[in-house]
């Protein structure tokens, strides 16, 4: 099938100009970016939160770049309709611009149509050496995950004068240096407002309010899926953990209570068959037994 956007037409949608916002959902599987996909989203990022909502560890910063390979190629043998983009995990674009480059060019491989990463003025050149190796770059700015050991934890970012000048000049840079578009995480809704106004790229933002040129959220936090404390920009639509236990619950019960599988969920074979199986009646005589020896 493969996808009607590409990276150029992402970069030229812009919300002020009359374009619906984009919309950008996680996804990390095949059947996960096949329901990403039928709903319609325009972008599908293989983010790497699948550190912490698939792959059980704490932060970001575990994920590696074989683990992104790894989960970019089941969602890309799902042939979404949607543009897939790939995160860059920590450690695969700070030691040099050539290993980045490998790293990069190995999640195209995978079937990523552009990568991200994140961070602003310290990553430019990693930026320009991606792009001139003609791969499509989006950048990350506010609250970058990767950072959250320098940043001291998961908080708010561009609540001060200079600091929302500082980002709106980091995104300014990430767009110069070639990105076709902008993640802004966490950030207060006018510093939102302020970086998307600056820019001909598109800005996507995740609990950076209303006036982003499109929104992202992760598959998980979304569909209910995990329990623990969410950030206030998340809204979810599902409850799916709490009927997926509900489910497996029943199942359990059923196979205590011998309720499953019923004759219906189970193979049968003609009457004269299970006969000669010695299933009905009497048993076979041991001397006509086939299975007697066993
Ligand atoms: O890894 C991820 O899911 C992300 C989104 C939160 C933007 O980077």
Known sequence: MGS???APKIAQHKVRDGQSPLVMLTAYDAPGAHMVSEAGADIILVGDSLAMVVLGYEDTLQVTIDDMVHHTAAVARAEPEAFIVADLPWMSYHI???ETVKNAA???RAGA?????EGGQDRISMVEAIVNAEIPVMGHLGLTPQSVLSLGGYKVQGQTTSAAVQLSYEAKALAHAGCFAIVIECVPSIVGK?????LSIPTVGIG???????QVLVFHDLLGMHHELQPKFVRSYANIKE????????FASDVRSGNFPSEDESYQISDEEAEALG?????LPKSEDPLASW
């Open 4 to 6: 009607n956007w590409t």
């Open 96 to 98: 040099s611009s050539e």
């Open 106 to 108: 190995k999640l195209i």
């Open 113 to 117: 149509k552009a990568v991200k990463l």
């Open 194 to 198: 302020l970086v998307t106004d600056s």
């Open 208 to 214: 950076a309010g209303p006036d982003c040129d499109g």
């Open 243 to 250: 009927n997926s236990i509900d489910a497996l619950s029943a």
């Open 279 to 283: 299933l009905y009646g009497s048993p």
